[in-house]
């Protein structure tokens, strides 16, 4: 069975700073890792996903993510934090005999001025 | 809409009622999701449609919720004699999954239940 935790449910970060959102999977077959950002009363939108091309994922926003089979984990970072990156963001897996999507419980990021 | 679209997107209703909530999604995605987002519990996995296959419907979290797609498009998810921890926000899903897994999944707003 697949799963995700995501180290750290508050973040906080000074805007210009990096950013580091934590997560680490597990699972019995090769993952498809995604991160989803959420704003505040809104739904969820792509970040980026890994699907065994690339271990290091470039997405939206200038949000990077790099896989580590080593580490089992799938880091979410950014160079420089900006106030509108404020927002909860989620890692989740899928993988097997299931095209399910497995999601963390979340980390909210706060930024600084 | 190009996305994934659901209604009502705010629903109050009295303990014991019946809701239904409804997802419209994207035009020619096979794959249709429903998720529950309540304080505490992140996001909960409730049912999975794929094509004519039968559900999975392993995350209902009782008898009292149930769904259906009809026409492999609309979905309705139905919540029977709705309890005040059924207050949440449930997303609907879709993605088109071809050959592999890995395809993006997009996600509509969410339906806002609140049950009085």
């Known amino acids: 069975a697949q799963s995700v935790t995501q180290l750290g449910s508050h973040v906080s970060v000074s805007e210009g700073a990096l950013v580091l959102l934590r997560c680490n999977y597990s699972s019995s077959v090769p993952p498809y890792l995604f991160w989803y950002v959420q704003y505040p009363n809104q739904g969820l939108q792509l970040l980026l996903k890994?699907?065994?091309?690339?271990?290091l994922v470039k997405g939206i926003n200038g949000f990077e993510a790099e896989f580590k089979k080593s580490e089992t984990s799938f880091h979410l970072t950014k160079p420089s934090a900006h106030m509108s990156d404020a927002a909860e963001y989620f890692c989740a897996v899928m993988g097997g005999a299931t095209n399910k999507l497995i999601f963390g419980t979340g980390t909210l990021l706060a930024v600084q001025p | 809409g190009a996305g994934v679209s659901q209604s009502p997107s705010n629903k109050v209703t009295e303990k014991g009622k019946d809701v239904e909530l409804r997802c419209d999604p994207i035009?020619?995605?096979?794959?249709l999701y429903w998720y529950r987002q309540s304080l505490g519990q992140g996001l909960e996995f409730l049912i999975y449609f794929q094509g004519n296959s039968a559900p999975d419907k392993s995350g209902l979290p009782s008898d009292r919720f149930s769904a259906e797609r009809t026409g492999g498009s609309v979905s309705t998810l139905t919540i029977q004699r709705t309890q005040q921890e059924d207050s949440a926000v449930y997303l609907c899903?879709?993605?088109?999954?071809?050959?592999?897994?890995?395809?993006?999944?997009?996600f509509g707003e969410g339906s806002w239940l609140t049950v009085v």
């Open positions: 035009s020619g995605h096979t794959a």
């Open positions: 899903a879709s993605s088109s999954p071809g050959h592999s897994s890995g395809n993006t999944i997009y």
């Open positions: 890994y699907t065994s091309a690339a271990t």
